[in-house]
């Protein structure tokens, strides 16, 4: 598992279980949230880099990085490797 695999079963866990209780105002904060992620992920994923394009290299590496700090809120999950703790 990678580490956008990873969060993407995250989020959908956190997004199942925030449905069930739609409506109330901390589920639809989780919902809008888990949405914001999985836009942040999209993106990372798109991430096509040519290593002679420095400024390409410079904007995976901090979608990258974006992706390792979001990930932190699930360090405590048998299945987080220690290699993704920026």
């Known amino acids: ?9 995250r989020l959908d866990e ?8 739609a409506g109330e105002p901390y589920a639809d904060r989780v919902i809008a949230t888990v949405a914001a992620h999985r ?4 993106r990372a994923a798109s991430e ?4 002679g394009d420095m400024c390409a290299v410079a904007a995976f590496d ?3 990085h974006i992706v390792c700090l979001l990930a932190q809120l699930y360090a405590n999950h ?7 703790r920026p």
């Open 39 to 42: 836009r942040i992920l999209e």
């Open 1 to 9: 598992m990678d580490l956008i695999e990873f969060m993407t079963a």
């Open 62 to 64: 901090e979608a990258e």
């Open 48 to 51: 096509e880099v040519d290593d």
């Open 78 to 84: 048998p299945e987080y490797r220690e290699e993704w």
């Open 14 to 21: 956190e997004e199942s279980a925030a449905k069930a209780h």
